[in-house]
């Protein structure tokens, strides 16, 4: 599904590298994790992925289902199957919650050459998604984000992606900043959308998180590749000794 082959990244304004050739395959209905320390490169892959400005691909290359991302914008991405949940959702004051999903989904719906949903339609489909994921309708009514705890902004983030339906769903430490009971709410929003058609990748520094949502492939990065994979265990090595033993063995540098 998702093909990523050598990839290297720089930042634009300061010519520095930061990933030196990611090798990377997420199959459709499979769920892969990345994991590292601070300053290893998986926060610029996810934005790299969604076409974020600021940074250069100096080399390899992104393949979606057959579909070149690296020549694609954002909003194209989007139309083809690619969500990006952010570590820090943005606040838009002014947008109320369900004016931005029903013209988001309309926009995706409209690229793909299908019928736009009337404002009935949508109403009935974002208030189902919302029961399913045990969301507190209220949370609709308001602006985006504005006045949202931690939890109820990865929370909406998760609706939005439920009724964007994307193929490829990419979370950038979207377990950052949450208690452990909005994380298992997050983490189950998640797991409700999990089927064979959908490919997920899970940006987190911490165990905690892959303890609820369970992945089949978990990755180590360090110094901008991609230095060690497994299954879910390789994340309980982590929680349990840390990344000193893993670098020393692959001789990455922190």
Do not use: W
Not at 62 to 86: C, K, N, S, V, Y
Not at 177 to 205: E, K, P, W, Y
Not at 232 to 248: C, M, R, T
């Amino acid at each position: 599904m998702l093909e990523i082959k050598n990839l290297h990244v720089k930042l634009e304004e300061e010519d520095k590298a930061i990933l030196k050739g990611v090798d990377l395959t997420v199959e459709a209905g499979k769920v892969h994790a990345i994991m590292g320390p601070n300053g290893s490169g998986k926060s610029t892959l996810a934005y790299v992925l969604s076409g974020r400005d600021g940074y250069e691909v100096t080399e390899g290359s992104i393949m979606l289902e057959g579909h070149d991302l690296l020549d694609m914008e954002p909003e194209e991405r989007a139309a083809i199957g690619l969500f990006l949940a952010f570590q820090y959702p943005v606040e838009i004051p002014g947008v109320g919650n369900m004016t931005f999903m029903r013209t988001a989904v309309n926009a995706l719906r409209k690229a793909r050459g299908e019928e736009e949903m009337s404002s009935a339609e949508f109403l009935k489909a974002v208030r189902a998604k919302a029961k399913e994921l045990k969301i507190d309708a209220e949370m609709l009514k308001r602006p985006v984000n504005v006045g949202f705890s931690g939890g109820e902004k990865k929370r909406n983030e998760i609706l939005q992606m439920a009724m964007l339906e994307p193929k490829m769903c990419v979370l950038d430490e979207t377990d950052s900043g949450l208690d452990v009971d909005a994380m298992r709410l997050v983490a189950d929003g998640v797991n409700a959308l999990r089927d064979a058609g959908r490919g997920f990748l899970v940006i987190t520094h911490y165990q905690r998180l892959l303890d609820h949502i369970r992945p089949d492939v978990v990755h180590i990065m360090a110094d901008g590749r991609i230095v060690k994979t497994g299954g879910p265990e390789l994340a309980l090595e982590v929680e349990k000794n840390g990344y000193a033993d893993i670098l020393a063995e692959t001789g990455a540098a922190a």
